[in-house]
């Protein structure tokens, strides 16, 4: 008798029939009219000069222009203070609310409130905030006509990088409480009481455990967060109406065409906003590889 | 000598009362187990010893020490959660070294302990492995070892083997209890598991809807349990309902068939309605023993178990299960077939409500 072996060569492969893929080519579509072809079209633009030559002169202009220069550094300042700001103050809030034993009526409404909140930006934010903290802001009126202070005499100006970054700060922090409580949900009570018994505090608790477990969500948030800021544009458009020119703003006015119009110079530092992301993410992935070398 | 004291512990969360008036001093090195079932109370004294949940009256004391209201952190008191518990960001060897590196103890002292440790659990070869590395049995030793790392006054262990599969809860209890004994240890354990609790145990608490039922030795709680709640939580049981007959002589009656009983019936009368309890292995075919009692049955069912074969005789209008070993060159009784059992005098257990 001969006895047959079934190898893994001889074994049929899974059937991937036609209809199997149906599902998943409108997002296919999606990605390639609205992903591939803009950042390639993105890509070939840099590369172009007004007259449709060939051109590196775009990307050297990048590295030369200090106004150009700036605006990236002041976006790469107004994300990273919004980043680490939205998320410290978002991440306390989570924290009240989920490990910190808050009545649960009030995690719902802090939760609804931040999936509203955190989609809450562009034109209507930028009113909201000119309508409260403007200078005939209501807020603004009542610090000064009830408690005698003014704000603006103080030095606060809603049109600033501190006027700018609070704003953001509205739509950066609900995002952070909404990452960050499944994530604190999911530190087991077992493992705050197996560290008292064994001696610790709650100081060693937070330290040696609780924050390292949390660090890849708290990281993968916090560079969220800087490229939910980084990639803002209406907002600080209505707000400020250019005169903080981060990058977004100095790209529009590029494609626009109003003053400026160079729409490879507008590719490039899109590119360059791009690239920037890219260095993020690579950055947060290597510290995610560290800090999570203990997960499956 | 008393090692571990609980006076009076009771703890109420809001009306409803999860431990009453608990009572119990353990000895040094003492293996004790809290059986009973879920919501009994065990797990709740198990936390108050550990510090996790505060007595609402009573006291614990450990070598006369009173801890009652001592944080968990200053109690030295190891625990083995049921879910293990380990820390994920942490290697085995790191695990097992927690307690003695936030107690600021010595490098070299936490070295040699965490290595004395890995050698008692037999995986040295796993001390740079992270818990998802492991298996459930595996973890559950690193947890042991944890626990047992900072020397701890009394080892407390939460249903440690619950989420583990039969052959390694098996293997892993023998291996508690040896460790136990090797280093002497007062332990603790919670089980709702008997068989568990039988084979670990110095001495065994029985508890029911928060109070202690039956404290006593495997072998008083499973040959001479003193309650209906003991006799049926623990091992396999034919209860009945009987008359006392004779007080004097121990004699009673179930259902027309007289028994005679070694227990105490002094403060009990003619007339009184009680219930006994027979184990089903105290039963054998008359063929085979002769002992005090000798009653007519009628074989009901026959279940094959592995090692013994659980019969069910009809003994009056009442079906009591009766254990026989396996034997293959024995013939089994045919269902149906009228036959005698006998039991002795001591079998016959009256029991308390």
């Known amino acids: ?296 | 000598m008393t090692h571990l004291s609980l006076t009076n512990v009771s703890k109420h969360f809001g009306d409803f009362t999860a431990v009453r008036d608990f009572n119990l001093d353990v000895k040094k090195g003492e293996f004790v187990s809290f059986l009973g079932p879920s919501g009994c109370g065990k797990t709740t004294t198990l936390r108050m010893i550990a510090g996790f949940e505060t007595p609402s009256t009573g006291s614990i004391a450990i070598e006369s020490v009173d801890i009652t209201n001592k944080a968990p952190n200053q109690r030295n008191v190891g625990m083995v959660f049921q879910a293990y518990a380990l820390f994920p960001n942490m290697t085995v060897a790191q695990n097992i070294g927690f307690g003695l590196r936030v107690r600021k103890e010595k490098e070299s002292d936490i070295k040699d302990r965490v290595a004395e440790m890995l050698a008692i659990i037999n995986l040295e070869k796993k001390a740079d492995s992270y818990p998802y590395q492991l298996s459930g049995g595996q973890m559950q030793r690193v947890a042991l070892a944890r626990a047992l790392a900072i020397r701890p006054e009394v080892l407390l262990l939460d249903e440690p083997l619950s989420a583990l599969d039969a052959k390694i809860r098996v293997a892993l209890r023998a291996e508690i209890r040896a460790i136990q004994q090797k280093l002497g240890i007062t332990a603790i354990y919670v089980t709702h598991d008997q068989e568990e609790a039988l084979s670990l145990s110095d001495r065994i608490v029985v508890m029911r809807e928060g109070e202690m039922d039956q404290v006593g030795t495997p072998f008083e709680i499973y040959n001479f349990p003193t309650t209906v709640f003991v006799a049926n939580f623990v091992g396999t049981l034919n209860t009945a309902n009987a008359e006392v007959v004779d007080p004097a002589k121990g004699l009673i009656n179930m259902d027309g068939v007289q028994f005679a009983s070694a227990t105490d019936l002094k403060d009990r009368k003619k007339g009184d309605k009680v219930r006994v309890a027979i184990r089903p292995e105290r039963f054998n075919f008359v063929s085979q023993e002769k002992k005090a009692n000798i009653v007519d049955c009628t074989i009901e069912n026959i279940t094959f178990l592995g090692s013994i074969v659980r019969i069910q005789v009809k003994i009056g209008n009442t079906k009591f299960y009766m254990d026989t070993f396996n034997n293959p060159f024995l013939e089994l009784p045919r269902i149906g077939a009228k036959d005698q059992v006998t039991c002795s005098r001591e079998a016959v257990l009256v029991l308390n409500d």
């Open chain 1, 1 to 296: 008798m001969t006895q047959t072996t079934l190898t893994a060569s001889k074994m049929p492969a899974p059937r991937s029939s036609f209809k199997n893929w149906i599902g998943v080519v409108p997002f296919f579509l999606f990605a390639i009219l609205f992903i591939f072809l803009p950042s390639a079209r993105l890509f070939i633009g840099s590369f172009t000069d007004n007259d449709g030559r060939f051109t590196f002169a775009n990307l050297i202009e990048l590295f030369t222009q200090p106004y150009i220069l700036n605006s990236y550094l002041l976006s790469i300042r107004i994300s990273a203070v919004t980043a680490l700001g939205g998320g410290i103050f978002g991440f306390l809030l989570a924290y009240s609310v989920t490990v910190g034993g808050l009545p649960k009526p009030l995690r719902s409404a802090l939760i609804t409130f931040s999936g509203v909140a955190s989609n809450f930006a562009g034109v209507p934010l930028a009113f909201a905030f000119v309508a409260t903290l403007g200078r005939t802001g209501f807020v603004t009126a009542i610090l000064k006509n009830v408690f005698g202070v003014d704000m603006y005499q103080a030095g606060f100006n809603l049109y600033s990088f501190l006027g700018l970054s609070l704003t953001y700060m509205y739509f950066q922090f609900p995002l952070m409480v909404l990452i960050m409580a499944p994530a604190l949900d999911g530190l087991k009570r077992e493992w705050r009481e197996a560290a008292e018994n064994l001696g610790a505090n709650s100081m060693q608790y937070w330290l040696r455990i609780a924050m390292p477990v949390l660090l890849p969500s708290i990281l993968g948030s916090m560079i969220l967060l800087f490229g939910n800021a980084f990639g803002a544009y209406a907002t600080a458009y209505a707000l400020t109406g250019g005169r903080l020119p981060i990058i977004t703003i100095q790209i529009g006015a590029q494609v626009r065409g109003d003053v400026l119009h160079n729409p490879g110079l507008g590719n490039a530092m899109a590119i360059g906003m791009v690239f920037i992301m890219a260095i993020s993410l690579a950055g947060y992935s290597w510290l995610q590889a560290k800090t999570e070398r203990w997960l499956k």
